[in-house]
């Protein structure tokens, strides 16, 4: 890969859409923040995210949070489809901030599970001034343990 400045290197992915919901499970991204997910019949999306990101330097090594969310279902040919699409959340109590991921579940060259996320990261300020400051953006890619 060629590094220019101001760019860094992006490995880029054969993924392939997966028809299935495979949501359930543990999951871990490239900084070795974990989490673990459960879906209902519903798409509804329950579970736990242990960050490892500088973000949260703190007395404890990792802060953990309760996380919800869904999966998006349509009808495709009159029957029900779970697509890979999901959307979840969670409020960090010790920083007091809260960030939201949104993205898709595919299928690598190698047939495992990669969830590929953006997410946004809002932080609290003291004032409405500094509000410009308060959000950061970024991506993911979780791999789930087989």
């Not at 299935?20 to 019949?41: H, Q």
């Not at 004032?127 to 991506?139: A, F, I, P, Q, S």
Request: proline share 2%; with cysteine; glycine share 8%.
């Amino acid at each position: 890969m060629a590094w220019s400045k101001g760019i860094l290197p992006v490995r880029l992915f054969s993924l392939s859409k997966v028809g299935r919901s495979i949501v359930s499970g543990k999951w871990c991204n490239e900084l070795g923040s974990t989490m673990d997910l459960k879906e209902d019949e519903n798409g509804q999306i329950s579970g736990t995210y242990i960050t490892n990101a500088e973000f949260f330097k703190s007395n404890s090594p990792k802060e953990g949070a309760k996380l919800v969310g869904y999966t998006n279902t349509h009808k495709k040919n009159g029957t029900t489809t779970m697509t890979t699409t999901i959307t979840f959340c969670m409020a960090w109590k010790e920083e007091g901030s809260c960030s939201g991921f949104t993205g898709q579940i595919f299928k690598d060259d190698k047939n495992l599970d990669v969830m590929k996320t953006t997410w946004l990261l809002h932080s609290p300020v003291d004032c409405l001034k500094k509000n410009w400051k308060t959000t950061c953006v970024g991506e993911n890619t979780f791999r789930k343990n087989q």
